[in-house]
């Protein structure tokens, strides 16, 4: 299918709906290039072998999971070797967590505005020391923030130094819901300082910022494609040489013995495709979302009482895409996404990954706990990307201004 037959599909379904809507919720998930589209469909077409099969429609395939390998590996400095295919960054955090026992770990140090992805699967993993001896047995431990989500350096630092075992450190690139960015050197030389492993979750900024994984102390590194405008179900899972990294799944010998399952090629293909286009127009990307979360600050900023949240106001600190803003009326959040929505703006509350039903935002429950001045008011994250425009910030500020 031409690429223009494709960008003339997405345009009537956008004419079809029958009311503007203006999606700002590239958190969650983006929309994928034309190009990619594309990609997948001529891949899934001509490149349909399996690419462990030993004939030639096996052997195009494995070419094309390869090329996608080296083309992830290239933009981020890593061997192709130490680039794993998987379904997602939820498997990719999966992977390593529950690869931390055989690799001798005894201590995870997280914190508890982690995705869902980390914080259950560490519950899941301290609940099962029960099927273990002892000497086998995990804990986890977590390292405190402040209020606006500043991870407490010098308490990691404290935590490392005492340790008696083995230690992964697994702490989030950028928060999911404040949009948070956090320092991966200064995390990664403490990490390597103490002799511990560190693995981070950059579902949100792969694709969106630079990341030299030859030069950042980081072992381990999870990844979803749909974040960075690639299709969904596929992701990569960064493990560097040496590390003792063990499968998840069994039952085939794929990715090197890694993760078995016949690999997804097309999607492969699609993601290698989305991360290149994101590396190649990464800056000028970056200056036209940076300009529209400032208009969205600026205009959301004259609500009397508003309240952003986290470091979404520091530049440095914060993602240039996501804005997370606390709205002074007693409405709950659900009610006021379900307004919003009426009113063709889409947004979140926070993690679109809980099963899809809104919930109060842990997050923000953890930055201000019991004293929370705000309490019952609705929180948005509002995520924006290169396919968002002025006029689009212009008419969800309306909206939003609406609610109060």
């Not at 959301?300 to 895409?321: A, H, K, Q």
Request: charged share 20%.
């Amino acid at each position: 299918m031409p690429l223009l037959q494709i960008q003339k599909m997405m345009d009537n379904n956008t004419e079809h709906r029958h009311k503007r809507r203006v999606y700002l919720d590239n958190s969650a998930t983006t929309q994928p290039y034309p190009e990619v589209i594309l990609k997948m469909g001529q891949v899934m077409y001509d490149t349909y072998g399996n690419p462990s099969s030993q004939h030639s429609a096996g052997h195009d395939a494995r070419i094309t999971v390869e090329q996608a390998r080296r083309t992830i590996a290239s933009l981020t400095g890593a061997l192709p070797s130490e680039i794993f295919f998987t379904s997602g960054g939820t498997e990719s955090d999966n992977t390593v967590l529950r690869a931390a026992r055989g690799m001798g770990i005894r201590r995870i140090i997280s914190s508890h505005t982690e995705h869902h992805a980390v914080t259950a699967t560490l519950g899941a993993i301290v609940a099962e020391n029960a099927s273990f001896l002892p000497h086998m047995n995990i804990s986890a431990e977590y390292v405190d923030l402040d209020t606006h989500g500043r991870i407490d350096m010098a308490g990691l630092e404290n935590m490392l130094r005492v340790s008696d075992g083995k230690t992964l450190v697994s702490l989030m690139h950028a928060n999911n819901e404040t949009g948070n960015l956090y320092d991966l050197r200064a995390i990664g030389e403490l990490c390597r300082k103490y002799g511990a492993l560190f693995h981070t979750d950059a579902v949100q900024t792969a694709g969106h910022y630079p990341l030299d994984l030859k030069e950042l102390p980081v072992d381990f590194l999870s990844a979803s494609a749909h974040k960075f405008h690639g299709p969904k179900g596929v992701g990569f899972l960064f493990a560097r040489s040496g590390t003792g990294l063990r499968p998840m799944i069994s039952g085939g010998e794929q990715e090197r013995g890694m993760r078995s399952g016949t690999e997804n090629v097309p999607a492969i293909a699609a993601m290698a495709l989305a991360f290149q286009m994101g590396h190649d127009d990464m800056d000028a990307d970056r200056e036209h979302v940076l300009s529209l979360k400032k208009r969205l600050l600026e205009g959301l900023s004259v609500i009397n009482g508003v309240r952003f949240n986290g470091l979404c106001e520091c530049e440095d600190e914060s993602m240039y895409s996501l804005v997370s803003v606390t709205l002074p009326v007693k409405k709950d959040s659900g009610m006021a996404l379900l307004a919003l929505d009426m009113a063709g703006v889409e947004v979140s509350a926070g993690s679109a990954c809980m099963s899809g039903a809104w919930r109060p935002s842990e997050v923000i429950s953890r930055l201000y706990g019991p004293s929370d001045d705000m309490p019952g008011c609705p929180t948005l994250r509002i995520s924006m990307s290169k396919f968002n425009t002025a006029d689009d910030i212009d008419f969800a500020v309306a909206a939003i201004r609406k609610l109060v």
